[in-house]
């Protein structure tokens, strides 16, 4: 049973304002309840890490008045990260640009010097950007966070999206949160 069926079962118990208590409860646990981001929402206004944990890049802010790729990963380093979805859109930023994306964006949930370290990797200096997400704040965000316990908790899943002047435009979410398929680069709806 998950914690709000429990809650709700407890608070069942009795009548007259109880009644009364576990409609409101009800309602507050519906509007306060997070969906998974959809096209045509707004990026939330996060702020991400690009090299230093000084260094707050805030993603409204970055997608305003341009068009932005945004593709996250389970974590840097992995092999299906490493060897598949990255080189993607490293070896295909080049020819992204040109059809009018302003930047191409992937995230993680590591730290900072993580992301700078396996960017300087795969040589994404001027063609993808390495943010961190330290804490899943994004991912939580749009709800597309994962509990992968034995591989280092909160993850984001796998997915890619198009963002215009903050807008979602097009978002892929990998079925299973982490396969390789309809969130690579060759595979990006502009």
Not at 134 to 148: F, G, H, R, Y
Request: overall charge positive; aromatic content about 4%.
């Amino acid at each position: 049973m998950n914690v709000t069926a429990n809650v709700l079962k407890r608070l069942t118990v009795g009548s007259g304002s109880t009644g009364i208590k576990l409609q409101f409860f009800q309602r507050l646990l519906h509007i306060s309840s997070a969906k998974m981001v959809k096209v045509g929402d707004s990026i939330p206004s996060v702020d991400l890490f690009e090299d230093l944990p000084t260094n707050k890049v805030n993603l409204a802010q970055l997608s305003s008045g341009k068009k932005v790729i945004l593709f996250a990963v389970p974590g840097a380093f992995t092999p299906g990260c490493s060897k598949t979805h990255l080189p993607g859109y490293v070896n295909k930023a080049d020819e992204l640009k040109s059809q009018g994306v302003g930047e191409i964006v992937c995230v993680s949930v590591n730290d900072p010097f993580v992301m700078a370290a396996w960017g300087k990797e795969h040589k994404t200096s001027g063609k993808v950007r390495m943010l961190a997400d330290p804490s899943a704040a994004l991912a939580k965000a749009l709800d597309l966070s994962v509990d992968i316990a034995p591989l280092g908790g909160t993850r984001s899943k796998r997915y890619s999206m198009v963002v215009e002047n903050g807008k979602i435009t097009a978002l892929q979410v990998e079925p299973d949160g982490t396969g390789l398929s309809c969130s690579l680069a060759e595979a990006i709806k502009l």
